[in-house]
């Protein structure tokens, strides 16, 4: 069960499951019913029910997830447990890092794993929220089974999608076994004026040499071209209150000169299994990922007089044209490891030691270029073209990322019924920065590490409880200007802790899990009375400046009574700015964009007249959240019901599947989320009432 939101394979719409063993533990030979964190999957099952087309359509059914400044046409970002995933070192592929700063289909991915919470036994450097894994789909073990799935799609809005998924095995002994996944859609969404399209390709495939050995290696090509959307703001000065939601179909920011965003992707990996004796294995993984950006948006850069942060009082706004194009990232990693288990000191430990040597280029055009277009207005439209012209023109970043990782997982049962679990990795990382005119150069080498240890006890067959402390780490360098005082100089490493205590019971179809946590992370701030970009040299100190705090009460359950499944999830949070002396007005403060709570519940109905068919309700509400760093402006708690529709039958001795669902039934209005990017308040309006209509032919 983990932490999972709700739990019954193929039987409900939403389909949580707890088996296979989950990569992104660190403990992947461990039942995630066993393991002390909270984990959970999201299966092939559950992305198909509801049309999952990106990571946040699939990890918003987890209460521990919502939003972090998430803008359509452009790549995911979340946070989890009010902490936002860094999009270069929260992600994981088939267990290896990648970068997530590019657009991942999942039409080819067969699960989604979640690691809630510090993430130092399974990832180096990595912002505390969690880590996410994207696991492929591979050929059915099965020689008897073949995969010929067609899929089509209309909705939301006037999307529409076709994919083939097509798999088996083949040759002597059904040795060898295929997975391929092809996709195209034509882009059209609820929000006007964002058209685009995708293409996939993806191909996995496996060898079984003999007994003890198996060779895997897969890949997938992506493009995906699409328009760019932008948020709305406050209106200001002195405004201290939240402008009325708005239609969330307009693209207030789209202007004849706009230019689609575009993401290419390369990825695949080759993975070597090998069955040593006396239980022991050996496996080694290579990934690569070559990614290719041009990064386009037309966007709001506030009102043209002070505060420049938000819209003017009458609506009005900046309108500037961005553009970086010909953006690459290449990302590679090595892993080799050995697991098994011995006796030592009269007990059993089951070992896992691993060695990862990973990089990360990455290579910016010369300069990107930011245009002023003119000045619109939120709410009539217009533009009135800029005078004087503002064209800027400023070289970009090269980021050169190395790390070596040493791991090494340990769990002992110690008696009957508990178990310790202990871990600890090694980093040795080596980070280079410096602008593409070969200023500005900042450089960062040392070696961290960082330890985890839990333990576990079995109550009785249907409970247990576990407890677990854990580290995370970050580093950050001050930035190579002169009005810093410790330019290019790296900060202290940014030490994330984790405690977490939880209960699990499973009793016949009953699920439930309670968890609590409790993570701090250190604050940054910039210490000086000058802190600006071109303010005078050594006038400003980045420094470490109090920290986060953020403590909260997790609880998810299901059950299944008849005809009838039901499950839900929530998350309680109480985050907030503690000890700082820079920044001394946000002590006590939670952080802008963070909700008090989340709430994620739903229901589904068989029905035993007809069999095939069965309906559902799921619900979401997100909690009050800051808009302002003190609260003085906040975003109301909001709530939507979804509905959906699933049959599966038979036309012409062809089996199909069947969606109809309908998105915010009630067609509300609201604001979904307030983020602070780039010096700005953002609000980004939900969706209108949309529908998806979708069919699955098993041929």
Sequence with gaps: ??????????????????????RVSGFDDVSQQALPISVSAINLETLRDIGAQRITDALRLDASVSDSYNLPAYWDKLSVRGFALDNRYNYRREGLPISAETIIPMDNKERIELLKGTSGIQSGTSAPGGLVNYVVKRAPNDPEKTIRDVTLSYGPGNNRLAAADLGGRFGPEAGFGYRLNVAHEDLDPYIRNTKGYRNLVALAMDWRINASDRLEWEFEQSHHEQIGVNFYSLLGPG????????????????????????????????????????????????????????????????????????????????????????????????????????????????????????????????????????????????????????????????????????????????????????????????????QSDAQHEVKDTRGISTPWVALSHQLSPSYSVYASYGQGLEAEATPNLPNYTNKGQPLPALRSTQREVGVKSQHGPTLWHATWFDITRPATANAGGACGYDSAANTCTRQIDGQAHHQGLELNTQTKLDQWSFGGSAMWLDAKREDATVQANLNGQRPINVPKYILRGMTEYRYATLPGLRTGLRLSREGERN???????????????????????????????????????ANKHYWRESPRQYGQYFLYPGAPRTVRATVVFHL
């Excluded at 690459?328 to 892993?335: G, I, M, T």
């Design 627 to 665: 808009v302002t760093e003190t609260g003085d402006i906040m975003l109301p708690a909001w709530t939507t019901l979804d509905a959906t529709t699933h049959y599966d039958t038979k036309i012409n001795s062809t089996a199909s599947s069947w969606t109809l669902a309908i998105n915010n039934l």
């Design 239 to 434: 405004s201290h209150a939240l402008p009325a939601p708005v239609d969330g179909t307009r693209n207030i920011t789209r202007q004849p000169s706009s230019r689609p965003g575009v993401f290419d992707g390369l990825t695949g990996t080759v993975r070597l299994k090998h069955q040593l004796d006396n239980g022991w294995r050996w496996d080694t993984q290579y990934g690569v990922q070559q990614l290719r950006a041009d990064d386009r948006l037309v966007y709001a850069s506030g009102c043209a007089t002070a505060p420049t942060d938000r819209f003017c009082a009458n609506g009005d706004f900046q309108i500037r044209d961005y553009r970086s194009d010909n953006e690459h990232r290449n990302s590679e990693a090595l892993q080799t490891e050995l697991r098994g288990h011995t006796q030592l000191g009269g007990l059993e430990h089951k070992l896992k030691f691993s060695v990862m040597r990973q990089r990360q280029i990455n290579r910016m055009p010369a300069v990107y270029t930011d245009n002023l277009v003119g000045i619109t207005n939120s709410i009539n439209g217009g533009l009135t073209p800029a005078n004087p012209a503002d064209n800027r023109a400023a070289p970009n970043t090269n980021i050169s990322d190395y790390n070596t990782e040493l791991a090494v997982n340990d769990y002992v049962q110690l008696t009957e019924k508990t178990t310790a679990w202990l871990g600890l990795r090694h980093t040795q990382l080596s980070r280079q920065s410096v």
């Design 1 to 22: 069960m983990g932490s999972s939101v709700w739990a019954q394979a193929n039987t409900t719409e939403i389909t949580i499951t707890a088996e296979p063993p989950l």
